[in-house]
């Protein structure tokens, strides 16, 4: 072979090479466990339109089911296992698998912060260590959790009510002498139908999604914590990925991070039409507000404490409001 040929040769094998230094388009299975139409599966519907409509050639997701398909206390497990490459979920629905998982409830900084202030590699380590999962966004910030309730409730006394719960603020809700129960959102209304529990714990938003304003009476207010629903990856499955790949996926999570700003907004617009549908906003009085919310904080980072030592210190700092 002639010198200029093999050059050609050369040549043409870097071309080659080049032109396929990409993996081809990957198709992600993914699922939600949240329903359909509602509230917090709305941003994750609009992501995944997002990245199908950009990403041709690189990344493709594919929604397998919702919470019908796999219930959603199990979709972490999915997702470790590899069932699913993809979940729209929260932290508070894998907490037995990660327990730290509770952080994203408690913090009290924006995911920008936890970004900038390694709060989230912190979280995202023990996720991939614990779960086999990445934590790839937040797309909830700022929103509360609530207890709602049909029975009236005076002074912040919640003895001897029966409240759905998850692990999040089951320990709170027992600090208040309350009775937490662990019910899927699919059950709830019937349960407070059949009188299984008084109220729920649910965030500022959702409850019209679901129809249980019909056997709701009243709101508590203020509301606790910082509601987490985000996106979460199985590990094997993100290192598959090519650094293309990787680097639209971040692209696009930046993105849908941006519009956690809405949320809000979201809350002020669900309280009010809470109002229109005779749903009675019940205070405690200020000066048992400031311990009940206090009593939130104590319980859920106890939690964590109990069941991560060697980790509660440090996400106490980065996720917390450093009083």
């Known amino acids: ?5 093999r050059k050609l040769a050369i040549g043409a094998l870097i071309a080659l090479l080049g032109s396929g230094a990409h993996a081809a388009e990957i198709t992600l299975k993914a699922v939600s466990a949240f329903g359909q139409d509602t509230f917090f599966n709305q941003r994750f519907k609009t992501f995944v339109e997002k990245v199908n409509r950009e990403g041709k050639g690189l990344v493709k997701i594919q929604v397998v089911g919702g919470p019908e398909s796999i219930p959603p206390l199990e979709v972490g497990n999915a997702v470790r296992a590899g069932v699913v490459d993809f979940a729209n979920t929260t932290g508070v629905f894998h907490a037995t698998l990660v327990p730290e998982a509770i952080a994203g409830s408690l913090a009290e900084k924006p995911i920008a912060e936890l970004r900038a202030n390694g709060g989230h590699a912190l979280l995202d380590r023990i996720h991939r260590e614990k779960g086999n999962m990445v934590w790839l966004a ?8 609530h207890i709602y309730a ?7 006394d919640f003895s001897g009510l029966k409240l759905r719960s998850v692990p999040v603020y089951r320990a709170f809700f027992q600090s208040l002498g309350a009775t937490p129960l662990q019910v899927p959102p699919g059950e709830v209304f019937t ?3 059949r009188g299984v529990v008084d109220g729920y714990g649910w965030p500022s938003v959702g409850i019209f999604d679901l129809g249980w304003q019909e056997k709701t009476k009243y709101r508590i207010e203020p509301g606790f914590y910082n509601v987490e629903v985000g996106f979460y990856m199985n590990q094997n499955s993100w290192k598959k990925l090519d650094d293309a790949q990787r680097a639209f996926l971040e692209k696009q999570v930046a993105w849908v991070e941006s519009h956690n700003v809405d949320d809000l907004a979201a809350a002020d617009a669900e309280k009010a039409r809470q109002a229109a549908a005779n749903i009675e906003t ?15 904080y104590e319980a859920g980072w106890k939690g964590i404490e109990q069941a991560s030592p060697q980790h509660v210190a440090k996400l106490r700092e980065l996720f917390g409001s450093g009083r």
């Open 150 to 156: 049909n029975k009236k409730v005076s002074g912040g």
């Open 138 to 145: 937040r797309v909830s910030d700022g929103l509360q959790y």
């Open 191 to 193: 349960a407070l139908e």
């Open 1 to 5: 072979m002639s010198s200029r040929t």
């Open 282 to 296: 019940l205070p405690i009085p200020a000066e048992q507000a400031a311990q009940f919310r206090s009593r939130a």
